[in-house]
């Protein structure tokens, strides 16, 4: 196994202790720092206390679930939160995205699959960081796009919506950037996979469709008769030309 090019500090959070050993077992060999934590509350008081690269959260747990500490955690920090998920819990996944979760990830998980969903929410979340601190244009483009009546700065990663400031999930904005500045074309779930995570690996959820249904209620578009976002049947979705809105 390849290790990273430095350590990463990162939190589990599970009730599980068998398992959050395995898991630290696994990572701390290819250059994690692991630590544990065992109920939803101390879980969030170590998240929103201390400096991790990302949070493992499980959601079946006894008091405060995984849902609650990410929804209050959501509040405060964009930590990297990837999820743990029963295996054929549809709805918790999609509540979990819509809260603010970066990834999920099965309790039936291969240790291949965990480091791979790791490394990629941490890896957005470094150019986040990155994008946030650059100034001008960035590889070609653009520092602001104004799209109908949004102003998407990429500097200070913001969208207004007239003279309202939308607040978006990091996810969201980078979905919405990418569309906005493709608009009139189409892109597929997997070009916007790409550009939200930056996996390597083939997409098998419907995350991107989560995080699109959660964006477009965020700016009050209606899927049946968009003033932005188009879906394409078959296809992927599409950021509306001021000529093609209906």
Do not use: W
């Amino acid at each position: 196994m390849t290790s990273f090019p430095e350590h990463m500090k990162i939190l589990i959070v599970d009730d599980d202790v068998k398992l959050c050993r395995l898991i630290r077992d696994y990572l701390s060999p290819v250059g994690f720092q692991v630590e544990t934590a065992h109920t939803g509350m101390d879980g969030l008081e170590r998240a929103m206390n201390e400096e991790f690269d990302a949070v493992i959260l499980d959601i079946m747990m006894p008091g405060m679930d995984g849902l609650e500490v990410l929804r209050r955690l959501r509040m405060h920090s964009s930590v990297p939160v990837l999820m743990f998920t029963a295996m054929g819990e549809e709805t918790d996944r999609i509540v979990g995205l819509e809260l603010g979760a970066d990834d999920y990830i099965p309790k039936t998980f291969s240790s291949r699959e965990l480091l791979a969903r790791l490394k990629a929410v941490i890896r957005r979340s470094r150019i986040h960081k990155s994008s946030s601190t650059c100034n001008g244009e960035k590889d070609g483009h653009a520092s602001v796009v104004k799209a109908h009546d949004l102003v998407i700065n990429m500097d200070n990663r913001s969208v207004t919506q007239g003279d309202i400031v939308l607040e978006l999930t990091p996810v969201e904005f980078d979905l919405l950037a990418r569309l906005a500045r493709n608009a009139g074309r189409i892109l597929s779930r997997d070009q916007l996979v790409e550009a939200v995570s930056g996996r390597d690996y083939s997409v098998f959820d419907r995350s991107i469709d989560v995080h699109v249904s959660s964006l477009r209620r965020k700016l009050a578009d209606d899927p049946k008769s968009p003033r932005y976002i188009k879906t394409v049947r078959g296809a992927g979705y599409m950021f509306l030309d001021t000529e093609d809105r209906s």
